[in-house]
């Protein structure tokens, strides 16, 4: 019998879950989260995700209130997009996805399949979304209107194809941006009126659909106060008694502030940015990091259900990083999991491991030639996958 398996039968024993549906012991939620944890320090990240998710019969969705994960991490891309349905209306957030610079390598062609499965995932619900969120400017948070494909994959047909006709809530490209975003706001939001769609400034508003109330946040800082790379909007989806929160790129949070605007909200279902282990001592001081890390602990003792998701995730050891915040949801009974995990799903961890994909799966001689073509060209041509 392997470790887990030993782990797991001492567990039964001592906690009294009953092994099977005829045991007289009855199964109690925080005895099936110290069994997750258990499992956790011995099991793989796939599993560790989708044993986390399943404690509660692997459905947390609220009875009003439906989120399905689109595009993150650990579905193998840069991204946040989430899908959100009431019985009033169907709202896409951040439809956006793009892969990144990491390692001096290009991206792997497992990272470009994700992507373009992932772009499939976007369109498909974007044809179903009355509204769509644009948290902030960045390209794994919304698609632009123009053709990159090494690294966004986006073109004006593909953009076009997702906000056209659509009432888009936009981050406001006046106040709280910088300038990189700015510039992309006011080219994004042009086109948007030219295809038909109506932008509203969302930065503060609330929005209601039947008894469905969408509330965005003023301008919370993109990690930590004064970062340089801007702020970004918290969504607050409100149905009846239910509540659900989308805190974009808040990387922890970092932001003393933004913690207790979430704890505010009292969410039962929270999508978090969690903060860029990778980039400890590189572009981001190690004390944010490490703040950001403590303050997702504190949520995750106080929301019920917390999807831990993407800086955090592109560091191959993202399961110790987050081992407080797993902790912490553990002892307050509640639940932290990845976005795959949310669904059932294995990781698909990619970025984190670029480097090792390379030795492991080596790219065919086209994508080899293709990935030798001068920048420029190489930009307008898909990768051959």
């Excluded at 997009?81 to 990491?102: H, N, Q, S």
Aim: proline share 6%.
């Amino acid at each position: 019998m392997t470790f887990a398996g030993s782990a797991l039968k001492i567990l039964l024993m001592r906690r009294s879950i009953g092994p099977d549906s005829s045991s007289p012991a009855r199964t109690t939620s925080r005895q099936l989260a110290y069994l997750g944890i258990l499992i956790y320090t011995v099991c793989s990240h796939s599993t560790v995700a989708t044993i986390v998710a399943r404690r509660r019969d692997g459905n947390s969705n609220l009875p009003s209130i439906r989120i399905t994960p689109i595009g993150f991490e650990s579905l193998g891309v840069r991204s946040m997009c989430t899908f959100v349905e009431t019985p009033d209306v169907k709202l896409l957030i951040d439809a956006g996805v793009a892969l990144g610079p990491r390692f001096r390598k290009l991206p792997h062609p497992r990272e470009y399949q994700a992507r373009n499965e992932c772009r499939s995932r976007i369109r498909t619900y974007a044809a179903k979304a009355d509204a769509i969120v644009v948290s902030h400017y960045h390209n794994d948070h919304h698609t632009p209107n123009y053709t990159e494909t090494v690294w966004v994959g986006s073109s004006p047909e593909e953009a076009e194809q997702i906000y056209k006709d659509k009432l888009v809530l936009v981050k406001d490209i006046r106040n709280y941006i910088n300038f990189n975003q700015r510039r992309r706001g006011w080219m994004f939001q042009r086109f948007i009126k030219r295809t038909g769609g109506k932008c509203e400034v969302a930065d503060g508003r609330s929005f209601e659909f039947g008894s469905t109330k969408i509330t965005l946040s003023h301008p919370v800082p993109h990690g930590e106060d004064n970062s340089e790379m801007g702020w970004v909007l918290m969504t607050r989806i409100r149905c009846g008694e239910e509540t659900f929160l989308h805190a974009s790129d808040v990387q922890g949070p970092m932001s003393k502030e933004t913690l207790r605007l979430i704890l505010k909200d009292k969410p039962s279902i929270l999508v978090l940015g969690g903060p860029p282990t990778y980039l400890k001592g590189v572009r981001v001081q190690g004390s944010s990091i490490e703040r950001g890390i403590m303050n997702a602990a504190k949520i995750a003792k106080t929301v019920p259900t917390v999807i831990l998701e993407h800086h955090i995730l592109r560091s191959e050891n993202w399961k110790a990083e987050a081992g407080p915040v797993l902790e912490a949801a553990n002892e307050a009974d509640n639940m932290v999991v990845t976005a795959a995990g949310y669904l059932n799903q294995p990781a698909l961890i990619l970025e984190a491991r670029r480097q090792d994909l390379y030795t492991e799966e080596k790219p065919s001689p086209e994508f080899v030639k293709w990935m030798e073509l001068p920048r420029d060209k190489r930009q307008l041509k898909s990768p051959p996958i």
